[in-house]
C-alpha cells in the first residue's frame, strides 16, 4: 500500500520537472530568436525541426517503452532531455540549434509515452481518476519555469546560465525518485489482452480522441510558442513583462487539471470539454480585441482554464479502454495529437508572417468551437467504469 503512495508521489515530482523542461525552453523563445536574427516565418521553420524530431520516433516509441518498460524509459528518456535543454542554450549556430532541437522534439516524444504510460500504471492502483493531478503537476512545473524564464529575461540571464541551473537541479533530484517507480508488469497483469500487433488501426472512438487532442496540442503548442511573441510585438509590453502572458496561462493551466479531476466527476467528461471548448475561443478572441497588456494576460489565464482539462481526459480514455495495451493506445493518441502541438507553432509562423500574429490567433480560436463539437461524438467510457456498471 506504501509503495504506491510513493511512487505517486515520485511520477509527481517527475512531471513536476517534465513540464519545466518544455517551458524553460518556451519561455527564452524571445531571447533566442532575437540572437539568432531570424523573422517571424522563419522562425516558424526552426520551430519545425521539433516536429520533425518528434514524427520520427512517433511510429515506434510505444514499441520501445513497452520492451524497456516505463520505469526504465522514463528514467532514460528524461535524463536526456533534460541535457538536451542545455545544448539549446549553447549553440550559437542555427543549424547546430535545429539538430539539437530534432533531437529535443524526439526525447520530448519518448518522455511523454513512457512518463505518462507510468502515471496511468500508477493510477490504476487508485479508485477514480488521478491522471489530472498529475498534468497539474506538469503545469505547475510549466508554470514555475515560465515563470523563472520572465525573470530570467528581464535581468538579461543568458539561456545557457539558465538552462544549465535548471537542468542539474532536475537530474540529480530526479536520479533520486526514478526507483520509486512501479515495473510494468505489476500492474499489466490485469489488461484482458491476449495478442496483440506490433501495430492496432485506431477504431473511430481512440481516432476522435486523438483528433480532439490534436485540436488542444495546437492550442497547447500556440501558447507556449508564441504567448511571449505575442505579448512582445502585438501588445507590445515592456519587456520585464513579456513573459508574464506565458506565466499566466500555464499557472491558470496548472490550477485548471488539478481541479479537473473533481469537474469531470460532477459534470462529466462530455459537458466539462464543451466548457473547455467555449473558455479556449472565448479567451483568445479576447486577446485579438482586446491587445492591452492586463486584458491579455487575463485572456491568456482564460485560455489555460479551457485547455486544461483537455488532454488529461483524453489520455485516461484513451488508457483504460480495455482494448489494447497503454503504451499502444497512448502511442496512438499521440501520433495525432503531437502533430498539432509541434506542427502548429510552424503554421502560426507563416500565418504571422503573411498577415499578423493577431490574425493567426484570431483563427485558432476556432478550434476552441471545433472542441465543442468534436466531443459530442465520443465515447468517454473506460474499462474502469464499465466494470463498476
Not at 533531437?103 to 502515471?119: C, D, K, P, S, V
Not at 520572465?150 to 526507483?179: C, K, Q, T, W
Not at 499557472?251 to 466548457?275: E, Q
Amino acid at each position: 500500500m506504501m509503495k504506491k503512495h510513493i511512487a505517486r508521489v515520485s511520477i509527481t515530482i517527475l512531471f513536476f520537472f517534465f513540464g519545466g523542461c518544455g517551458a524553460s525552453w518556451a519561455s527564452r523563445i524571445p531571447t533566442i530568436k532575437d540572437t539568432m536574427q531570424v523573422s517571424d516565418s522563419a522562425w516558424g521553420f526552426v520551430l519545425l525541426y521539433i516536429s520533425i524530431g518528434t514524427l520520427i520516433t512517433l511510429p515506434f516509441a510505444g514499441n520501445i517503452v513497452k520492451k524497456i518498460g516505463s520505469k526504465k524509459g522514463t528514467s532514460i528518456f528524461l535524463i536526456t532531455y533534460l541535457l538536451l535543454l542545455i545544448g539549446i542554450g549553447f549553440w550559437d549556430s542555427l543549424l547546430l540549434l535545429k539538430l539539437n532541437l530534432v533531437a529535443f522534439g524526439a526525447l520530448g516524444n519518448m518522455t511523454n509515452i513512457a512518463i505518462n504510460t507510468q502515471a496511468l500504471n500508477i493510477s490504476k492502483q487508485y479508485k477514480g481518476q488521478i491522471i489530472g493531478s498529475l498534468h497539474g503537476t506538469w503545469s505547475i512545473g510549466g508554470f514555475i519555469a515560465s515563470w523563472i524564464g520572465a525573470e530570467m529575461i528581464g535581468l538579461s540571464v543568458p539561456p545557457l546560465n539558465h538552462f544549465l541551473v535548471y537542468s542539474s537541479i532536475a537530474i540529480v533530484l530526479s536520479i533520486i525518485l526514478f526507483r520509486n517507480l512501479l515495473e510494468d508488469e505489476i500492474v499489466d497483469n490485469n489488461l484482458e489482452i491476449k495478442h496483440t500487433s506490433k501495430f492496432v488501426f485506431p477504431d473511430k472512438n481512440l481516432f476522435l480522441l486523438g483528433f480532439l487532442a490534436f485540436l488542444a496540442m495546437v492550442i497547447e503548442g500556440t501558447m507556449m510558442d508564441w504567448s511571449s511573441e505575442y505579448m512582445k510585438h502585438i501588445v507590445k509590453a515592456p519587456q520585464d513583462l513579456i513573459g508574464y502572458g506565458l506565466t499566466a496561462y500555464m499557472f491558470m493551466m496548472a490550477s485548471g487539471r488539478f481541479l479537473s479531476d473533481i469537474v469531470v466527476h460532477k459534470l462529466g467528461p462530455k459537458i466539462t470539454i464543451f466548457i473547455s471548448g467555449l473558455l479556449i475561443f472565448i479567451g483568445l478572441l479576447s486577446a485579438v480585441i482586446f491587445p492591452t497588456i492586463y486584458c491579455t494576460i487575463f485572456s491568456f489565464m482564460i485560455v489555460g482554464i479551457g485547455v486544461s482539462g483537455i488532454v488529461p481526459l483524453v489520455y485516461n480514455t484513451a488508457g483504460s479502454n480495455g482494448k489494447i495495451p497503454t503504451e499502444q493506445a497512448l502511442t496512438i493518441i499521440t501520433s495525432i495529437g503531437f502533430i498539432g502541438f509541434f506542427l502548429g507553432p510552424p503554421v502560426i509562423g507563416f500565418v504571422a508572417q503573411t498577415f499578423s500574429l493577431k490574425n493567426a490567433f484570431f483563427w485558432i480560436a476556432f478550434f476552441g468551437i471545433a472542441i465543442t463539437l468534436v466531443c459530442n461524438f465520443i465515447d468517454f467510457k473506460t474499462k474502469k467504469q464499465e466494470s463498476s456498471i
